[in-house]
């Protein structure tokens, strides 16, 4: 049973567009919401994240939109680069200051991001 | 600062076989974790560490052990490989419930 779903394994869209990542959840539990983005042969690295009680969070051209009601997050880069192309992963853990597994990530299956010139 | 290391970066060994994969972190970081990526799978949680001493299973611990005698090593160990745990293996850390830091993984084929 798949908590954290990224349906579509793959995107593509023109440098200088906005990407649109989509997140679903269904565990009601999960309250901390991050995103890594992941090169070939390289580990995962931290992007961006969003705790429950916000519905927004942004760093520079990332921003994560969080609809709790809906179990539903997304991520947004704009403008799209060429170096942006990666795989991105969604990623889901309790609150990690309240959770004795405080860090236990589920993550989702991941989505291709193409970004092309 | 190196952050997480991971040795060896790629092993190859045939069924029954043990092996050790090893991970490092030098940021003091109380929480340690391993996870396991296979194609159209995502990463998936093995084992994971609070603390030096003290170790639970995550979503998929058969076939591993963990142990963690100090702060700064948190190592993977396969008693008898098998075919099935031919994968990527990335070790994480991070301190309480911050985003985690991932060491750069190991390649492991399972003949």
């Known amino acids: 049973d798949q908590q954290v779903k990224q349906n579509s394994p793959s995107l593509s869209v023109q440098e200088g567009r906005i990407s649109i990542l989509n997140c679903d959840y269904t565990n009601s539990m999960f309250d901390y919401f991050l995103w890594y983005k992941k090169y070939p042969a390289e580990g995962p690295t931290f992007l961006i994240s969003i705790s429950s009680i916000k519905d927004k969070n942004e760093d520079g051209r990332f921003t994560v939109f969080l609809n709790k009601s809906a179990k539903h997050l997304s991520l947004h880069i704009v403008p799209s680069q060429p170096g942006d192309s990666a795989v991105y992963f969604c990623?889901?853990?309790?609150?990690?200051?309240?959770?004795?597994?405080?860090?236990?990530?589920?993550f989702g299956k991941g989505i291709t991001l193409s970004v092309r010139p | 600062n190196a952050g997480v290391t991971q040795t060896p970066k790629f092993q190859v060994l045939k069924t029954g076989q043990s092996m050790t994969l090893q991970c490092a972190q030098d940021m003091n970081h109380e929480y340690m974790s391993w996870y396991r990526q296979d194609p159209g799978m995502g990463l998936r949680l093995i084992h994971y560490s609070v603390g030096a001493g003290i170790t639970d299973q995550g979503e998929v611990p058969n076939g591993y052990n963990v142990s963690r005698s100090t702060t700064e090593d948190f190592p993977l160990r396969l008693l008898s490989a098998a075919p099935s745990q031919t994968s990527v293996y990335f070790c994480?850390?991070?301190?309480?419930?911050?985003?985690?830091?991932f060491g750069p993984g190991t390649r492991l084929t399972v003949l």
């Open positions: 990623a889901a853990s309790g609150h990690p200051l309240f959770t004795g597994a405080n860090s236990k990530l589920t």
């Open positions: 994480a850390s991070s301190y309480r419930g911050v985003a985690q830091y």
